[in-house]
């Protein structure tokens, strides 16, 4: 937990050294305040965790660094922000002076790294044992607050046990709504720390100007806002919904407190992709007494280390101790950061999860052991990762990226060729009678752009409408329209997109459970072709939104597979290995040391029929066990970087 307090211009505070071996820490006394007096007075003296008797620990956002009052510390003048000095006054109207108080601000040596870091793995003790964690919301005063929360929580009372909806007054929830918006939008619910303090706390109280509520009661209406999802009867215009901000807030604190369930450091960051922290390493260092497995993958909160270091550290060791690499692939949609300087293999996994992910890695967020053995090899350090890898194709086309912020202009007028979509069968006699070979190329492109997520028999007859008018017109996502549009003559084998969408044939294809092609002849009594529907085309329309609207792209490669769907950022002339520990394919780019040295950057996630066990194709294509079975097969050795 690190504030900003070096930047503020104060005299240099001497603070007396903490025993680690007694775990001590620091608490704060504060002196009675005169009806004259407006400067907070406080004297500051080491205690042990071992037994430091009752005191309140205090849950804050720092605030404004630029605005500050001065308090006094040991009789030295110090300048802390507004909101700090707030939330102090605040505890002594309540509590009065006799109840000592721990604020990391001023309890922590801000100078002092090694104090920072020990006092970093006390967190947890100092907040669990803290008699009442004080939560200092806002000094916004606001007489609309009692009754707002007071309505709601007797509504909560009264629908708790009922886990059904509750007739509401929407009426009132509307005349209130605005006022319990805006508590849940103050920057104290996105901060990273809270989630401990709340967590941990025995009992913890929320306190909005002078106006104090226990968390348990605010919690009830939590829930009861989740459960009745009263949004959409307010003005999200005017108004952005937030108690979304506090959500999870529910989860960890009943998976922590309640159900003693244990949470992964894994798990809590991405739970915690949202909040907010001064110091970016904070947003690992203030969730390691939450999980499990933080001191592991953690031993030790260094605040000597950059954050690149701390991450790249962090995520070599998941991947080493947990024998997966899926998080290689995790790259998000998103505009990267470039103040950072990260390996390609180390995803920023804040910023990534908090963006918009691809369709694949939405889906993918599992995290299990893939090997026998670790699958980082000997020789990988925290800049080059060495894997085992066998190459798949070399990516030769790809499709337009998906416009995803759907910036596109509705046309004038529908381009000539859609009219003549429909007819083109009767221009080219070989689309109404292919061979068995190109039913199947469409049957594979189909599933592969949609990625297995519908049957076949729905894909089969409602694709063709998409580059139809009568299909068009059921689109209402311009940049779907674009796609379609952009890569109508996107061209795999001998025909493009739009003519393979226009394939009919005599025959429809089955596969039996080996993954074999039965054909069957259309017109036979216990088999019919089925046909297109509106319903039909509308579904089809909503998946392709996902995953196209996603950023992923369609790419036709040369080698071991021929299609596939891969990450948006990917380019003609990267290569699909792959990579053992992976659960999913992943997208490499060549390049090469000053030394001559062959080394791959990770682009993201791809996908194949061939590696989907939910595919009809899966069982059929023989060789993928032989690829996956890394003990008798040859593979390649990667360096990443």
């Known amino acids: 937990m690190i504030h900003p307090v070096s930047r503020l211009k104060q005299p240099f505070f001497v603070y007396d050294p903490l025993d680690f071996d007694t775990h001590e820490i620091r608490l704060l006394t504060l002196s009675p305040l005169s009806r004259d007096e407006s400067i907070v007075s406080c004297s500051i003296s080491n205690v042990s965790l071992i037994d430091p008797g009752n005191y309140i620990a205090l849950s ?150 002078s106006y104090t509520v226990g968390w348990e009661d605010l919690a009830l209406i939590l829930k009861l806002m989740k459960v009745n999802s009263l949004l959409p009867s307010v003005d999200e215009a005017n108004h952005k919904p937030s108690f979304s901000n506090a959500l999870h807030l529910l989860e960890i604190r009943e998976r922590f407190l309640i159900k003693r369930e244990p949470l992964s450091l894994l798990k809590a960051i991405q739970l915690t992709q949202h909040t907010l922290a001064t110091d970016p390493r904070d947003k690992i260092f203030a969730l390691l007494g939450m999980s499990y497995d933080g001191h592991v993958f953690v031993p030790v909160p260094n605040y000597k280390q950059s954050f690149e270091t701390v991450l790249t550290e962090m995520v070599r060791a998941m991947m080493t101790m947990d024998r997966c690499l899926d998080l290689i692939w995790m790259k998000g949609n998103f505009p990267k950061d470039s103040t950072l300087v990260l390996p390609s293999w180390v995803p920023h996994l804040q910023a990534d999860w908090a963006s918009r992910m691809t369709f694949q890695e939405s889906f993918q967020r599992t995290w299990q052991p893939l090997t026998a053995n670790s699958p980082v090899l000997i020789g990988s350090t925290n800049k080059d990762l060495k894997v085992a890898g066998r190459h798949l194709g070399n990516i030769t086309r790809l499709t337009t990226k998906f416009d995803y912020e759907g910036k596109v202009e509705l046309p004038r007028s529908r381009k000539p060729w859609i009219h003549l979509t429909s007819t083109l069968g009767d221009s080219n006699q070989i689309l109404q009678n292919p061979t068995q070979l190109e039913v199947q190329i469409q049957d594979f492109l189909w599933e592969t752009i949609t990625m297995a997520q519908l049957p076949i028999d729905l894909l089969r007859p409602n694709f063709s409408s998409l580059w139809r008018s009568e299909g068009r017109g059921l689109i209402h996502n311009l940049a779907l329209i674009a796609w379609i549009d952009n890569n109508a003559w996107f061209r795999i084998k001998d025909w493009t997109l739009r003519e393979w969408s226009q394939v009919t044939s005599r025959f429809v294809l089955r596969y039996d459970q080996d993954g074999v092609v039965l054909r069957v002849m259309k017109g036979a009594q216990w088999e019919s072709q089925p046909q297109g529907t509106t319903d039909g085309v509308l579904e089809l329309i909503a998946l392709l939104d996902q995953i196209l609207g996603s950023g992923m792209r369609l790419a036709v490669m040369k080698g071991y597979q021929s299609l596939g769907m891969v990450h948006p950022d990917s380019e003609e002339g990267d290569q699909l290995y792959l990579i053992r520990g992976s659960s999913i394919p992943v997208v490499l780019r060549r390049g090469f040391k000053e030394n001559g040295e062959k080394m791959y950057s990770v682009v993201g996630g791809g996908y194949t029929l061939a590696t989907d066990a939910n595919s009809q194709y899966y069982k059929g294509t023989k060789n993928i066990d032989d690829a996956l079975n890394w003990e008798s097969t040859e593979f390649e050795e990667l360096t990443l970087w």
């Open 60 to 209: 804050y956002c720092w605030g404004d660094a630029t605005s500050t009052e001065t308090i006094s510390l040991n009789n030295k003048r110090v300048l802390v922000t507004i909101n700090l000095a707030s939330a102090l006054k605040e505890v002594q109207k309540l509590y009065g002076s006799h109840i000592p108080i721990w604020a990391d601000a001023l309890c922590i040596n801000q100078q002092d790294n090694e104090e920072r870091s020990h006092q970093v793995r006390n967190m947890r003790q100092i907040y669990s044992r803290a008699k009442e964690v004080f939560c200092w919301v806002s000094a916004k005063s606001d007489p609309t607050i009692p009754p707002a929360v007071e309505y709601l929580l007797c509504l909560a009372t009264q629908t708790g046990s009922n886990p059904s909806r509750p007739e509401l007054d929407i009426s009132v929830i509307e005349k209130y709504w605005i006022t319990i918006n805006d508590i849940f939008h103050e920057p104290y619910w996105r901060r990273v720390w809270i989630i401990q303090e709340i967590a941990v706390a025995s009992r913890a109280t929320i306190s909005i100007g």
